[in-house]
């Protein structure tokens, strides 16, 4: 493979494969598809689309002919997206976008794509205890001045001043007595732990 060298371990019934270099993991667009392709992601520029002159050839529905490329800088690496149907963890992108250890591209309706950096990925085992993560905490990364480059982030939540909560302070007892619970029985009243002959009245007949 070029751009890097690949080791293949065999684990059992199992055969590893790893590389030392970002790479992608495409597992086909189809379920016809039986083989499992890693693509190499140099430093510098990967183009992706339907074209043969793309350095990774996607074939598929909504596949352009260039779909996006991929920049590799200083192993910090982006996916600039060319065509509207590209997504980041089943996020739609249409800014320059920093991909991070194991998050899923998807080219086109349906080709799916894993990126994997395994110099990122052992910096992230070092610093989170638990290795079986399945999202990166917000924030995981710092900005890096990119201008765009986390647009796939879900926004956060704007937090409340404490300004906001000062009314509250002055609601009435008669207002604040229509939004107590309908559990909250007062001392003394017939629960569910009181027996059924005070709950449910003596027998008839």
Not at 93 to 115: A, E, K
Request: proline share 9%.
């Amino acid at each position: 493979m070029s751009g890097g060298s690949v080791e293949v371990q065999e684990a059992g019934r199992a055969l590893k494969v790893h590389t030392e270099t970002p790479h992608l993991v495409s597992l086909g667009g189809g379920r016809l598809s039986t083989a499992v392709t890693l693509h190499p992601l140099p430093e510098g520029r990967t183009t992706i689309g339907s074209s043969p002159g793309a350095d990774i050839v996607v074939q598929g529905t909504g596949v352009e002919p260039v779909h996006c490329h991929i920049d590799n800088q200083g192993s910090l690496v982006t996916l600039v997206p060319v065509s509207d149907m590209t997504s980041v963890d089943n996020l739609r992108v249409n800014h320059p976008t920093r991909l991070t250890q194991g998050c899923m591209l998807c080219v086109g309706r349906s080709n799916y794509l894993r990126f994997n950096h395994p110099a990122e990925a052992r910096m992230i085992k070092s610093v989170l205890p638990n290795s079986r993560i399945s999202v990166l905490p917000i924030g995981f990364f710092p900005d890096d001045g990119g201008g765009g480059l986390v647009e796939g982030k879900p926004p956060t939540v704007p937090r409340r001043s404490w300004d906001s909560w000062e009314g509250l302070s002055s609601a009435s007892n008669e207002e604040i007595a229509r939004y107590i619970s309908p559990k909250v029985f007062p001392a003394g009243s017939s629960t569910v732990n009181s027996p059924a002959a005070l709950v449910l009245g003596p027998r008839a007949g």
